[in-house]
């Protein structure tokens, strides 16, 4: 083998090395970067989770009974509209 060819291999595997690297530590980038959003995803689920309990908590029929009392609301029971409201409704909708 020639000097230059072997220069030329040296250089080619010396190249080849450097995007090894390169792709490896891209991987290993991405792989962190997954890792965050996944434990991101976590907590925001958690987050969630805990939101929906504390509404669940507001909604039930005693906590609503104590908000309607303490802030001198009229609890009334839906009733269907009226026939007169449907129309209207049907009229502006048009």
């Known amino acids: 083998m020639t000097v230059g060819r072997a220069v030329f291999l040296l250089g080619l595997f010396a190249g080849m090395s450097i995007c090894i690297?390169?792709?490896?530590?891209?991987?290993?980038?991405?792989?962190?970067h997954i890792g965050?959003?996944?434990?991101?995803?976590?907590?925001?689920?958690?987050?969630?989770?805990?939101?929906?309990?504390?509404?669940?908590?507001?909604?039930t029929p005693g906590q609503v009974r104590d908000r309607v009392a303490r802030w001198s609301l009229a609890l009334e029971a839906p009733a269907?509209?009226?026939?007169?409201?449907?129309?209207?409704?049907?009229?502006?909708?048009?």
């Open 80 to 94: 269907p509209p009226s026939e007169a409201a449907v129309r209207t409704e049907l009229v502006v909708a048009r």
């Open 36 to 59: 965050r959003m996944q434990s991101e995803l976590v907590e925001l689920r958690r987050s969630k989770w805990s939101m929906q309990v504390e509404l669940g908590r507001v909604r």
């Open 21 to 32: 690297i390169a792709l490896r530590s891209e991987q290993a980038r991405a792989a962190s």
